[in-house]
């Protein structure tokens, strides 16, 4: 069995975490209205409308993002505001990067993500609802991050996430969408996830799923944000009937074990 050596990373709080380039915040819900209704509507753009929100995540792997200083972006980062999932903690977040977190947040694994990852999962975070576009098509930008990186690219401790769409498809009316993963690598049908997505080099075998031939969307150990690594932001989209309700699954969970986090940041508003 594979030796992993962890190392407990200390979250800033206070007068440091306002220092750091990206600022995160649990969901403030208006009265009435649950944080999981909060989040997902965070996400939702003109011509969008969001009902039916479930939530299978812990409380604290989930909300909202800032990025603090847009004068000083972060390389390849190219969201301002939007709304973040870990499979840790989200105060944890935040860089400089200066150690690893690896949080267990005790959830389960997801049963979807784990045939993409083609292992089993753990500390999974899952928001699903409906959601009704006015359009033609759906889509949203996205960064994934990864603390895997680069030390697991092509082992087991695959960590992957998701989008997940089911509903009419117009280009195939006979055929709806289910639960159509829509979180690919620009121009494939490839899944994002660490071992798809990554430096191009292969750190160690064992793992089902080992891709090396997309690093132009992989930027290493972004010092404004914990992670190890992350991908450059990336577009997630699909074809849609318009006025027709389809349902929507964000998902990110752990590959194997609890043990390296890792998050997916969407844009707010990009719906």
Do not use: H, W
Request: hydrophobic fraction near 40%; charge should be negative; proline fraction near 7%.
């Amino acid at each position: 069995m594979l030796i992993r050596i962890l190392f407990l990373f200390l979250f800033v709080t206070g007068l440091g975490l306002q220092a750091q380039p990206i600022l995160v915040f649990p969901p403030q819900p208006d009265v009435g209205q649950t944080e999981g209704e909060y989040f997902a509507q965070q996400l939702a753009g003109s011509g969008v409308e969001i009902t039916n929100v479930d939530v299978t995540c812990n409380p604290d792997s989930y909300g909202l993002f800032r990025n603090s200083n847009p004068d000083a972006p972060i390389p390849n980062f190219g969201i301002e505001l939007g709304v973040a999932m870990t499979t840790g903690y989200l105060e944890n977040v935040p860089g400089p990067s200066t150690g690893i977190v690896s949080d267990g947040v005790g959830s389960p694994g997801d049963t979807d993500l784990a045939a993409i990852a083609q292992v089993n999962t753990q500390d999974a975070c899952v928001i699903e609802f409906d959601i009704t576009p006015i359009g033609e098509t759906l889509s949203f930008r996205y960064v994934f991050g990864s603390e895997e990186y680069d030390s697991y690219v092509c082992s087991v401790f695959n960590d992957v996430f998701a989008f997940l769409i089911t509903g009419p498809d117009p280009n195939d009316p006979a055929t709806p969408y289910d639960k159509k993963n829509i979180a690919l690598i620009p121009g494939t049908d490839i899944p994002v996830a660490v071992s798809t997505v990554n430096d191009g080099n292969s750190d160690e075998g064992g793992g089902l799923v080992c891709i090396l031939d997309y690093a132009e969307y992989y930027n290493d150990v972004i010092p404004e944000i914990e992670f190890e690594g992350l991908t450059d932001t990336l577009t997630a989209f699909v074809e849609v009937v318009p006025c027709q309700t389809y349902r929507l699954k964000l998902a990110i969970a752990d590959g194997v074990d609890s043990n390296l986090d890792s998050g997916v940041f969407i844009e707010a508003g990009s719906f």
